[in-house]
């Protein structure tokens, strides 16, 4: 069955350093989605992908944060200048078409900032 | 404020008892309602919820919708050690937005002793 990948599962960085998660969505999905969830606390929405193009973003995605799709097959967050506050585990998702609200996620990486 | 809201927020239960999860939603133009299993990591879904699919089966796992009131609830009969996880429900944005992010409630953490 297919399922949606991510690397690393861990990540460990120095404040203000640059990350950059990856993700390879189910390969027929046509729209993407970056979450993240600090220990704790409920899953929150960062960012959403569809067409090459961010359709919408929540107001934790600021300028901080950056998306692309840089071939057909994944899909990337980065982090420019991390902050402690980042520290979270970050999900990536995907959904086949616009008739159906099932999101699938992978298994998320775990983002250390020191 | 929280468009999704859980109860309980934790259960302790024994093998072979039977739970019942608790989700209220708020509602603009309904779309859907969507059960996820969290267990180690990714949020794995179990159902989705909708007007014409106000009751779903799987298993054990049972879900219902009561649009009027505004509420879900998941059933697990005959619980396992297995069944240990957070269970997270979410709503998708809605009807007017094809986007489709998700907002999650803060999850009920069930532990099934043996």
């Known amino acids: 069955e297919p399922e949606v990948t991510q690397t690393p599962s861990h990540q460990v960085t120095q404040m203000g350093q640059e990350v950059i998660l990856r993700c390879v969505p189910i390969?027929?999905?046509?729209?993407f989605y970056w979450y993240r969830q600090i220990l704790g606390q409920k899953v929150e929405f960062l960012v959403s992908?569809?067409?090459?193009?961010?359709?919408?973003k929540s107001e934790i995605f600021d300028d901080q944060f950056s998306v692309e799709r840089p071939d057909g097959s994944n899909f990337t967050l980065k982090i420019r200048s991390t902050k402690l506050e980042d520290s979270a585990m970050y999900f990536c998702?995907?959904?086949?078409?616009?008739?159906?609200?099932?999101?699938?996620f992978g298994p998320g990486t775990r983002l250390t900032v020191l | 404020e929280d468009k999704v809201v859980q109860s309980p927020l934790s259960l302790v239960v024994h093998e072979g008892d039977t739970v019942t999860l608790n989700c209220s939603y708020e509602v603009t133009n309904f779309r859907s309602l969507l059960w996820y299993k969290q267990e180690k990591k990714a949020p794995t879904f179990l159902f989705m919820l909708t007007s014409s699919g106000i009751e779903k089966k799987s298993g054990r796992l049972s879900s219902i919708l009561d649009k009027k009131e505004l509420f879900s609830i998941l059933n697990i009969t005959a619980t396992q050690t297995g069944d240990s996880a957070i269970y997270l429900c979410a709503e998708p944005a809605d009807r007017g937005s094809t986007l489709g992010r998700l907002y999650f409630g803060r999850g009920t953490q069930l532990t099934v002793w043996p």
């Open positions: 390969s027929n999905h046509l729209y």
């Open positions: 998702a995907s959904r086949r078409a616009a008739g159906t609200d099932t999101q699938y």
């Open positions: 992908f569809y067409n090459n193009e961010i359709s919408e």
